[in-house]
């Protein structure tokens, strides 16, 4: 077993991994969790589904970062807003047509050309990170809700994408820093969240190789989510077997002045489950050398800030904190 | 009806309002030469538009097809599909006996190979291989197709038009691609077209058809700020690169909308239907509805609602209930019962006392999420005329088995296990 990583040491973390796995829930957890610990923290929402904002019980994010909970400041990412601000603060052409034109034509562009969409999303993360590490913004953290696996390559990857296609001019040589960034281990950490199933698991095995392969961006965790609570040992599940028996059931259903039936079958679909997600477990554990972090599925009445407590505790004890 | 279901909590308000739909996908099975799975990502999407094929093979005679676009590796494995390409492959009557079925027509299996499929068309609707060449060697081809985020739903909606016109099957069931948002499936042929035909290209290619390559572009006033704009940040070579493939492209304009039309008409053709998958979570649900809602407004035929991996309704019952918290409250005295009625293994009555505890604690847990799913139940509008619900099971759909336990919820189904 890995040692728990010091990602609360570090300055910027994306959570990816397949769709409905929990990215928002443990982004948002780990905001929290930092925060607590003292720190300032950004909570970027890459894939806006206003997901956040439900996890904080707080009012619709925009591009402007508002406080959803003490220290704790979010954005929803907008490429059209991102892309004036940068022309804000890179460009002084005057412009005509105002923006609106001249960013629709560079949203249809950026459909064909690699890359372009995406830096205008990374590049206002790794800004807001920069800005931070050189004392002009103020966050001691900037936490990612990032797209699902099958786009986040390409996102992290924009910064050498552009380098390829853009042979000179003040993009070209942005991509430098952004890239030095996103590759250095004390400041980035890419994390994967999953859930012990088959296509999150495939999903995950195969999103770290190619991560390797095509990206020089710092692995983390991989943060098992939804992991259902062990019911049995080998000799409870003896015991178990055995109350399922006619005798035994006799013995149930008078204290229970009812028929357990469903109760025992309810146990065993419980276990089967949990037996099930256990061989999945067992492929991603043996397939991938990273850390992991194991967070428990809640069995909880709706999905607010109160559950958001509960994994950041959570997390915060897989973390060792 | 089962005892759990009599003295359900609140399952009886949350199935009135079903009570007059069709449990069953049959009629729209028989009926219908396209069926369409939509809905959010990891709802079971796939697996059910597989298990609807299978049903259909399994109770109807003539020839279908199964489009599938993620299946899980032991799911396509078990379908005998490879890991690429689009070829259609015939799944062996032996796989059918095996699963305890008796097949009355033949089920066929595709994966859909969007890279493959985009070739493909690009080489129909160019005007000669000479130009079509020019489009498939474009360093940017790769880009659009890969990335524009409609041309996944398109190319299988282009796909399923292109199998249909064929007429080799009696039914064709396609599963969807794990978009983002179900809704962009139904903007894709729209989106395409504009992309490729939009003013918005014919503006930016402007400068380069008037004068050429390197013609006036500076007397092309509406433009100018743009170019001035875009060649400070990314070079001008990389403006011409773009001009240049748009510019191969527009000469299929014309073939490309007419399909593009083709493939929508299909859509609201009589002989499809959509069936829109969820699960009872919120985000899947919310998903769902926009999706019906949508469907409704378009005039697109909304053929069935399937709910899935919903939990057993016995968690909701009152006597479960009542029994699992008097197993917890009681567990002392009846682990001593146990130990003087039954004798070994109760010996150790503190380890029954812990088992029984965690039983009825497990039961309160499942009881807590059946509640939840069974309230967001009760708030689901009424859609189409099929309401069906496949109940979550305990391990993975990873072979034809599994797809036939799974069939047997969707339509009555005879199996010999
Ligand atoms: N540990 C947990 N226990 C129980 N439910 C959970 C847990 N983590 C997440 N969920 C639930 O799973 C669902 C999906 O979670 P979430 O929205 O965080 O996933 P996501 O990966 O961000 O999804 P998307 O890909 O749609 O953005 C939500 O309903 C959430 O409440
Ligand atoms: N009723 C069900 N009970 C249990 N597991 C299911 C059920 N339906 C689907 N699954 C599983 O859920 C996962 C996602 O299903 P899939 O069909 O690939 O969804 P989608 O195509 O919508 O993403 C698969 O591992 C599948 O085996
Ligand atoms: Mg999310
Ligand atoms: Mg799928």
Same mark, same amino acid.
């Given at each position: 077993?890995?040692?728990?990583?010091?990602?609360?040491?570090? @300055?910027?973390?994306?959570?990816?991994?397949?769709?409905?796995?929990?990215?928002?829930?443990?982004?948002?957890?780990?905001?929290?969790?930092?925060?607590?610990?003292?720190?300032?923290?950004?909570?970027?929402?890459?894939?806006?589904?206003?997901?956040?904002?439900? @996890?904080?019980?707080?009012?619709?994010?925009?591009?402007?970062?508002?406080?959803?909970?003490?220290?704790?400041?979010?954005?929803?990412?907008?490429?059209?807003?991102?892309?004036?601000?940068?022309?804000?603060?890179?460009?002084?052409?005057?412009?005509?047509?105002?923006?609106?034109?001249?960013?629709?034509?560079?949203?249809?562009?950026?459909?064909?050309?690699?890359?372009?969409?995406?830096?205008?999303?990374?590049?206002?993360?790794?800004?807001? +990170? @920069?800005?931070?590490?050189?004392?002009?913004?103020?966050?001691?953290?900037? +936490?990612?809700?990032?797209?699902?696996?099958?786009?986040?390559?390409?996102?992290?990857?924009?910064?050498?994408?552009?380098?390829?296609?853009?042979?000179?001019?003040? +993009?070209?040589?942005?991509?430098?820093?952004?890239?030095?960034?996103?590759?250095?281990?004390?400041?980035?950490?890419?994390? =994967?969240?999953?859930?012990?199933?088959?296509?999150?698991?495939?999903?995950? =095995?195969?999103?770290?190789?190619?991560?390797?392969?095509?990206?020089?961006?710092?692995?983390?965790?991989?943060?098992?989510?939804?992991?259902?609570?062990?019911?049995?040992?080998?000799?409870?599940?003896?015991?178990?077997?055995?109350?399922?028996?006619?005798?035994?059931?006799?013995?149930?259903?008078?204290?229970?002045?009812?028929?357990?039936?469903?109760?025992?079958?309810?146990?065993?679909?419980?276990?089967?489950? @949990?037996?099930?997600?256990?061989?999945?477990?067992?492929?991603?554990?043996?397939?991938?050398?990273?850390?992991?972090?194991?967070?428990?599925?809640?069995?909880?009445?709706?999905?607010?800030?109160?559950?958001?407590?509960?994994?950041?505790?959570?997390?915060?004890?897989?973390?060792?904190? | 009806?089962?005892?759990?279901?009599?003295?359900?909590?609140?399952?009886?308000?949350?199935?009135?309002?079903?009570?007059?739909?069709?449990?069953?996908?049959?009629?729209?099975?028989?009926?219908?030469?396209?069926?369409?799975?939509?809905?959010?990502?990891?709802?079971?999407?796939?697996?059910?538009?597989?298990?609807?094929?299978?049903?259909?093979?399994?109770?109807?005679?003539?020839?279908? $097809?199964?489009?599938?676009?993620?299946?899980?590796?032991?799911?396509?494995?078990?379908?005998?599909?490879?890991?690429?390409?689009?070829?259609?492959?015939?799944?062996?009557?032996?796989?059918?006996?095996?699963?305890?079925?008796?097949?009355?027509?033949?089920?066929?299996?595709?994966?859909?190979?969007?890279?493959?499929?985009?070739?493909?068309?690009?080489?129909?609707?160019?005007?000669?291989?000479?130009?079509?060449?020019?489009?498939?060697?474009?360093?940017?081809?790769?880009?659009?197709?890969?990335?524009?985020?409609?041309?996944?739903?398109?190319?299988?909606?282009?796909?399923?038009?292109?199998?249909?016109?064929?007429?080799?099957?009696?039914?064709?069931?396609?599963?969807?691609?794990?978009?983002?948002?179900? &809704?962009?499936?139904?903007?894709?042929?729209?989106?395409?077209?504009?992309?490729?035909?939009?003013?918005?290209?014919?503006?930016?290619?402007?400068?380069?058809?008037?004068?050429?390559?390197?013609?006036?572009?500076?007397?092309?006033?509406?433009?100018?700020?743009?170019?001035?704009?875009?060649?400070?940040?990314?070079?001008?070579?990389? &403006?011409?690169?773009?001009?240049?493939?748009?510019?191969?492209?527009?000469?299929?304009?014309?073939?490309?909308?007419?399909?593009?039309?083709?493939?929508?008409?299909?859509?609201?053709?009589?002989?499809?239907?959509?069936?829109?998958?969820?699960?009872?979570?919120?985000?899947?649900?919310?998903?769902?509805?926009?999706?019906?809602?949508?469907?409704?407004?378009?005039?697109?035929?909304?053929?069935?609602?399937?709910?899935?991996?919903?939990?057993?309704?016995?968690?909701?019952?009152?006597?479960?209930?009542?029994?699992?918290?008097?197993?917890?409250?009681?567990?002392?005295?009846?682990?001593?019962?146990?130990?003087?009625?039954?004798?070994?293994?109760?010996?150790?009555?503190?380890?029954?006392?812990?088992? $029984?505890?965690?039983?009825?604690?497990?039961?309160?847990?499942?009881?807590?999420?059946?509640?939840?799913?069974?309230? $967001?139940?009760?708030?689901?509008?009424?859609?189409?005329?099929?309401?069906?619900?496949?109940?979550?099971?305990?391990?993975?759909?990873?072979?034809?088995?599994?797809?036939?336990?799974?069939?047997?919820?969707?339509?009555?189904?005879?199996?010999?296990?």
């Amino acid at each position: 077993m890995l040692r728990a990583p010091d990602l609360l040491g570090r @300055r910027l973390l994306f959570f990816t991994g397949k769709g409905g796995v929990g990215k928002s829930t443990v982004t948002a957890a780990m905001a929290l969790l930092a925060s607590e610990r003292g720190k300032r923290v950004l909570v970027v929402e890459v894939d806006g589904k206003s997901s956040i904002a439900d @996890r904080f019980e707080t009012a619709e994010l925009s591009f402007t970062p508002t406080e959803v909970y003490p220290n704790v400041f979010a954005m929803a990412m907008d490429t059209e807003a991102s892309l004036k601000e940068y022309l804000k603060l890179n460009l002084r052409v005057p412009i005509v047509g105002g923006l609106g034109p001249l960013a629709k034509a560079l949203d249809f562009v950026a459909t064909a050309a690699p890359g372009v969409k995406e830096i205008l999303t990374i590049g206002k993360i790794c800004w807001e +990170v @920069r800005e931070s590490l050189e004392g002009r913004a103020a966050w001691d953290l900037v +936490v990612v809700d990032a797209s699902a696996t099958g786009h986040v390559v390409s996102q992290l990857g924009a910064p050498d994408a552009i380098r390829d296609v853009v042979a000179v001019g003040p +993009v070209r040589s942005q991509t430098d820093w952004m890239s030095a960034l996103l590759a250095d281990p004390s400041i980035t950490a890419l994390n =994967i969240v999953a859930t012990a199933e088959e296509l999150p698991v495939a999903e995950t =095995i195969d999103l770290v190789s190619r991560v390797r392969e095509q990206l020089d961006v710092s692995l983390g965790a991989v943060v098992v989510n939804q992991v259902l609570p062990a019911l049995f040992t080998r000799s409870d599940e003896v015991v178990f077997e055995r109350l399922c028996g006619a005798d035994a059931r006799e013995v149930l259903g008078i204290a229970a002045g009812g028929d357990v039936g469903v109760v025992l079958e309810a146990a065993r679909l419980a276990v089967s489950l @949990r037996t099930t997600r256990a061989t999945h477990l067992e492929r991603l554990r043996e397939t991938v050398d990273l850390p992991m972090l194991f967070l428990p599925y809640l069995f909880a009445r709706s999905h607010g800030l109160r559950e958001t407590r509960l994994v950041a505790d959570a997390l915060g004890a897989e973390l060792g904190l | 009806m089962t005892a759990a279901d009599e003295d359900s909590i609140e399952g009886s308000q949350a199935r009135s309002g079903a009570e007059s739909l069709h449990k069953s996908l049959e009629p729209l099975l028989a009926s219908k030469e396209m069926v369409v799975f939509c809905g959010s990502g990891g709802v079971g999407k796939t697996s059910i538009a597989a298990a609807s094929a299978l049903a259909a093979a399994a109770t109807m005679p003539g020839k279908v $097809l199964v489009l599938t676009i993620d299946p899980a590796k032991r799911l396509a494995d078990s379908l005998g599909l490879q890991e690429i390409g689009n070829i259609e492959t015939r799944v062996p009557q032996t796989a059918f006996t095996a699963a305890g079925l008796e097949p009355r027509g033949e089920l066929w299996a595709a994966m859909l190979d969007t890279k493959q499929s985009w070739d493909a068309l690009i080489l129909r609707h160019a005007s000669g291989p000479e130009a079509a060449s020019r489009i498939l060697e474009n360093r940017l081809y790769h880009n659009v197709t890969a990335r524009f985020a409609q041309s996944h739903d398109y190319i299988a909606m282009e796909r399923l038009f292109e199998i249909h016109e064929s007429g080799r099957y009696d039914l064709i069931v396609i599963d969807t691609p794990p978009t983002r948002n179900a &809704l962009d499936f139904l903007d894709a042929p729209a989106r395409m077209a504009e992309f490729f035909g939009g003013r918005l290209l014919r503006w930016l290619t402007l400068p380069y058809r008037v004068g050429g390559k390197r013609g006036a572009r500076w007397l092309n006033y509406a433009s100018k700020p743009f170019y001035q704009v875009a060649d400070r940040l990314l070079g001008n070579q990389f &403006l011409e690169d773009i001009a240049e493939f748009f510019l191969s492209f527009q000469e299929m304009y014309e073939a490309f909308v007419t399909r593009a039309r083709a493939v929508e008409r299909l859509l609201h053709d009589k002989r499809t239907t959509f069936a829109v998958v969820t699960t009872l979570e919120d985000g899947p649900l919310h998903e769902a509805e926009l999706f019906c809602a949508e469907l409704e407004k378009r005039n697109l035929h909304l053929g069935c609602l399937v709910i899935n991996k919903v939990l057993p309704s016995y968690l909701l019952s009152h006597s479960g209930v009542q029994a699992a918290d008097k197993l917890s409250v009681n567990a002392e005295s009846v682990a001593e019962r146990l130990a003087a009625t039954c004798g070994s293994p109760f010996d150790d009555t503190a380890r029954t006392v812990r088992v $029984l505890t965690t039983i009825g604690e497990s039961f309160r847990n499942f009881t807590v999420v059946a509640r939840r799913e069974s309230e $967001l139940r009760s708030h689901l509008g009424r859609h189409g005329e099929v309401l069906i619900e496949v109940p979550a099971f305990e391990v993975d759909i990873a072979d034809i088995d599994g797809l036939a336990r799974l069939a047997e919820f969707l339509l009555p189904i005879e199996r010999t296990v």
